[in-house]
DNA sequence: AATAAAAGTGAACGATCGTTCGCGTTTTGC
DNA sequence: GCAAAACGCGAACGATCGTTCACTTTTATT
């Protein structure tokens, strides 16, 4: 089992720290959410700050394997609708899946303390997702769904008021619904200015 | 002279709370940077809280006459190449006034523990520079510099990407010069796909 | 010049921080 | 089945936290 405890301490962790950033976090507060005693973390951590690194790894390595290496870059869509779904669905996954949502709001508070946290941020909130979009608008000019452009200026352009929405969830949960819509209008407007209407 | 000294400490806050963060950053420090007892503090504020609600309360009121009133709206340029210029001249303002970069800074890892920080947070990342660009594109659509189009989406599109870049001013100063150049190249190839070129 | 209010200070307080210790219990490897 | 390692726990340690206190110095008022 290898130390199942130690993966609760890290989800724990992360909630915790997502919470109240890691200075705003206490050893006992979290072994206490976890029904432990504030010692018996000790065992599986010789710190705090081992706690936060070994969170960090985990997220660099995840965000590595998840978004960084070129088999994981999506399909390009067939069709301008199915760049919206396709949209949809990432944005949908990222605002939902909690532990991304944590990741996030960790980095957003950590990001200016911590130079690993710092370099993630930035791979999170610019420079990953447009990379990506680079890739799948170069594809959909190929395929003579988009015009002739700049990929790299159209990802970013594309990916910039996304990143935004999804940080105002992070912030306010509460109006996600309507982030959601407006990432989707702000998508059928992009396809109008960028897009190539299929003939017939 | 109504209290220099209460000035001094709120501006060693606002630097502190910004490196630090809030829980990070204690009393002792504070008021050691200002060359002053620990204890002196409590003679201008009544606790550490206090500072951060004073000092948030001048962020709120700042950010209201700055960017809140009509009268503050930027005029409307009379060329497209005066829309660059305006936004590079705001940018530059924005990401080299340091009380300003230390407010987003602070704003950034307070956001989800202060629902006030949260509030003020949204509209210096995401709808204070989308109103006022509603009224700039708005303008520039009656004078026929720019396609007729939702002014608010334009706005929308226009001011994220350059959120965007100016957050990573803020996480790596060291880029500024270069991503003061890609908003410059955002901003014309944002001219170029919207923009109504003038005859002549 | 006298007096009251305001500002500054070092010492100290209680609370809380991260961490260590000693000891009992459970799990593992042979 | 037994020794050894791993785990869990409450108590306690030293450091540091925000804050208060008793006291001196400065400033403002009349």
Redesign the pocket.
């Known amino acids: 089992?290898a130390?199942d405890?130690k993966e609760k301490i890290l989800a724990a962790a992360l909630e915790m720290f997502s919470q109240k950033g890691y200075a705003g976090?206490?050893?006992?507060?979290l072994s206490g959410s976890l029904g432990?005693?504030?010692?018996?973390m000790?065992?599986?951590f010789?710190?705090?700050?081992e706690i936060w690194n070994t969170l960090l790894d985990r997220m660099i390595a995840y965000y590595g394997e998840r978004f960084g290496s070129a088999e994981h870059l999506p399909p390009v869509p067939d069709s301008t609708d199915g760049l919206i779904t396709m949209t949809m669905r990432m944005v949908d996954l990222t605002v939902h899946d909690e532990k991304i949502v944590m990741t996030r709001k960790v980095l957003a508070m950590e990001q200016f303390r911590d130079e690993r946290a710092k370099a993630l941020a930035t791979k999170h909130f610019l420079t990953g997702l447009t990379e990506m979009f680079t890739h799948v608008f170069s594809g959909m000019m190929a395929k003579g769904l988009l015009r002739e452009d700049d990929p790299e200026m159209l990802a970013f352009a594309y990916t910039s008021p996304i990143s935004a929405l999804i940080h105002l969830c992070d912030r306010e949960p509460e109006k996600a619904e309507d982030a959601m819509a407006e990432i989707e209008a702000f998508s059928w407007h992009f396809i109008k200015t960028y897009g190539i209407r299929n003939h017939g």
């Open positions: 089992m130390s405890t976090t206490n050893i006992r507060e432990m005693g504030k010692s018996s000790y065992r599986h010789e710190s705090k700050e």
